[in-house]
């Protein structure tokens, strides 16, 4: 009975620690990894964005084509691979810039200057090839198709869709609560350092046991975490989301991927050491016992 009034408090902290454990690593994942621009610029060369954007448009513009009679070349001509990955780069930006607080509001554009000639290029050649009056119903007839087009072309560039979190007003929630967010993780990891620091304070009198009760948590913890991953990553999960477009689909899953691969490291790390930990506490504990 004495032994378990001893072992008691120890048992209790270890599994406080347990989850704190897990909480500060998802946490700190979440802050460091999910919501860094330069986790967002990674999948967009690692899922080559750009190449399925304008790949989905080239689809897009030939199936518009057949019903129209306008080339795609009229379209993808004035919007270069290139122009769509800087655009998709930018809302990225755009996002941070407002969740950080460097803008006050959110605002994804692109330039489609060339586009605009482009297409009315075409029109007036052919009214002049077909002896068509240029009225008011041929001006508007142009500005409709450019509407279209270029409604299509932000559709696409914006991969992430932070145009629709925006108009839900989602972004701007998550702004609000970014600095509360940032605040917690600095609580929970705290705490974790603080419990530990418990812990290994009431082992004072037995230090040969501080790596038992190190390994026992860290390989729990280790656990709980790394098996979901590694079930999401090996079972590839998150592909049998359905996502009509290719470049969304990659883009969010791509994104999950990433996210959960970076959270599996911490975790199996934390693994690894608390292993480690408990191997050393076996060799101290032969040592002594010889």
């Known amino acids: 009975m004495n032994q378990l009034k001893f072992y008691l408090p120890k048992i209790f902290l270890s599994f406080l620690l347990v989850f704190l454990l897990i909480f500060s690593e998802i946490a700190l994942v979440v802050q460091n990894k999910a919501l860094s621009e330069k986790t967002f610029s990674l999948v967009i060369e690692q899922q080559a964005l750009d190449e399925k954007a304008y790949s989905a448009l080239d689809i897009y513009f030939q199936s518009r084509s057949n019903s129209t009679g306008i080339p795609k070349k009229v379209y993808l001509e004035a919007i270069q691979q290139e122009e769509l990955k800087t ?43 077909n002896n068509y009056q240029k009225d008011e119903a041929f001006y508007q007839k142009i500005q409709e198709n450019l509407d279209e087009a270029e409604e299509k072309i932000l559709y696409t560039a914006d991969t992430f869709k932070f145009s629709t979190l925006n108009e839900h007003g989602w972004l701007e929630k998550l702004r609000s609560y970014l600095s509360i967010f940032r605040t917690g993780v600095i609580i929970i990891c705290v705490m974790t350092i603080f419990i530990m620091g418990i812990l290994l304070f009431l082992c004072r009198t037995t230090p040969k046991e501080i790596p038992y009760w190190l390994g026992l948590t860290g390989v729990i913890s280790g656990l ?67």
């Open 87 to 129: 655009a998709i780069l930018s809302s990225v930006e755009q996002a941070f810039a407002f969740l950080n607080g460097e803008t006050e509001t959110y605002s994804f554009s692109m330039d489609f200057t060339k586009l605009e000639n482009s297409v009315n290029a075409f029109f007036n050649q052919y009214a002049e090839e």
């Open 224 to 290: 709980l975490t790394a098996s979901p991953c590694v079930y999401v990553l090996r079972t590839n999960y998150f592909s049998s989301f359905v996502v009509k477009d290719p470049q969304i689909f990659a883009a969010v899953v791509g994104y999950l991927q990433y996210i959960t691969g970076q959270l599996c490291t911490v975790t199996l790390i934390t693994l690894i050491f608390g292993i480690i930990f408990l191997i050393l506490f076996g060799i101290l504990h032969a040592k002594t016992n010889s």
